[in-house]
């Protein structure tokens, strides 16, 4: 089967920056995604890795390295707006375009 | 708003009654997926459609979900004799052809209570 890890809560202050990591085990895969969901909101894409490096958006970056089946989230100049919960989703061989699995989530709560 | 919606938001029934839920993909989406989340977890997926085709349905999905997408726009997701386990957010989302990596766009929700 597939699985995904990553860290229930983290906290940190405004200002600062914060590093989401997600392990996962599955028999080959296609990339890792990240997402972010505010209490109450929808699941909004954040970003995409299919191969190993960083890849940057704005305050946000992700990167991935397959060999270690590890990812991380990067999100920098932390804002109050950026609380929320962040999930790590793959879609694995064997699953078709639809089959994203995601992680339980990391609680996010920025302090001022 | 062009973004996926679904009706209702909120559905409260007894155990035992049949609901139905709607999800309006975004226009040109050719691909819609359907996701339960319960509390503290991440979504969990429940089928997939590629136009009108249900291309792949979860294995933990039990007999009593049917789900459709009949012209290749809107879906309906039926769940029959509901239980209180079936008490979750039940989430669309849908994606172009060719869209970005494993972009999905998803819709607020369908709020199910069952008591």
């Known amino acids: 089967g597939q699985s995904l890890e990553q860290p229930s809560e983290v906290t940190a202050v405004e200002g600062a920056i914060v590093q989401i990591n997600c392990t996962y085990q599955t028999s080959g895969f296609y990339g890792l995604s990240w997402y972010q969901q505010h209490d109450g909101g929808a699941p909004t894409f954040l970003s995409y890795n299919a191969l190993d490096g960083l890849e940057e958006t704005g305050r946000f970056s992700s990167f991935l390295s397959r060999s270690d089946s590890y990812g991380y989230l990067l999100l920098q100049e932390l804002q109050m707006k950026d609380s929320a919960s962040y999930f790590c989703a793959v879609r694995a061989y064997g699953g078709s375009q639809g089959n994203l699995i995601f992680g339980k989530g990391t609680k996010l709560s920025v302090k001022p | 708003d062009t973004g996926v919606s679904q009706n209702p938001r909120h559905k409260i029934t007894k155990r035992g009654q049949n609901v139905t839920f709607r999800c309006d993909p975004i226009s040109e989406h050719n691909r819609l997926y359907w996701y339960r989340q319960t509390l503290g977890q991440g979504p969990e997926f429940l089928t997939y459609f590629q136009n009108e085709a249900q291309l792949e349905k979860s294995r933990l999905l039990s007999d009593r979900f049917s789900a459709e997408r009949p012209k290749g726009s809107f879906s309906t997701l039926e769940i029959q004799r509901t239980e209180q386990g079936d008490s979750a957010m039940y989430l669309c989302?849908?994606?172009?052809?060719?869209?970005?990596?494993?972009?999905?766009?998803f819709g607020p929700g369908t709020r199910l209570t069952v008591l």
């Open positions: 989302a849908s994606s172009p052809r060719g869209g970005q990596g494993d972009e999905q766009f």
